[in-house]
Nanobody, 124 residues
Framework: QVQLVESGGGLVQAGGSLRLSCATSDRTFSNYAMGWFRQAPGKEREFVARISRLGGRTYYGDSVKGRFTISRDNARNTVYLQMNDLKPEDTAVYYC?????????????????WGQGTQVTVSS
């Protein structure tokens, strides 16, 4: 069981930035592709970004391309999500997830372990 803990959420004005972190103590961290998802009230969980095991490949949802950047530090067992130019529609609970599958998957079903989520609120 891989335990993931997100941090870095908060309240920010539109146009501002936040950096989310997701850490684990599990030494198998580099065996997993990592993803970020978000869920706003009354909406389905939405894919945000994914990074491959060694960080060489990244993939983004259309709504965040050019504004968000996913990265990872396998020595620190941590994945990051840098969010710039935030908009009110980015308001949601953000979750990190670990996936053992080898193929790109932008659906929640493609991930094995989830964090508890961190709230991001963007005011207009």
């Amino acid at each position: 069981q891989v335990q993931l803990v997100e941090s870095g959420g908060g309240l920010v004005q539109a146009g501002g930035s936040l950096r989310l972190s997701c850490a684990t103590s599990d030494r198998t961290f580099s065996n997993y592709a990592m993803g970020w998802f978000r869920q706003a009230p009354g909406k389905e969980r939405e894919f945000v970004a994914r990074i491959s095991r060694l960080g060489g490949r990244t993939y983004y949802g259309d709504s965040v391309k050019g504004r968000f950047t996913i990265s990872r530090d396998n020595a620190r067992n941590t994945v990051y999500l840098q969010m710039n130019d935030l908009k009110p529609e980015d308001t949601a609970v953000y979750y990190c997830a670990a996936g053992s599958g080898l193929l790109l998957d932008t659906t929640p079903n493609g991930y094995d372990y989830w964090g508890q989520g961190t709230q991001v609120t963007v005011s207009s």
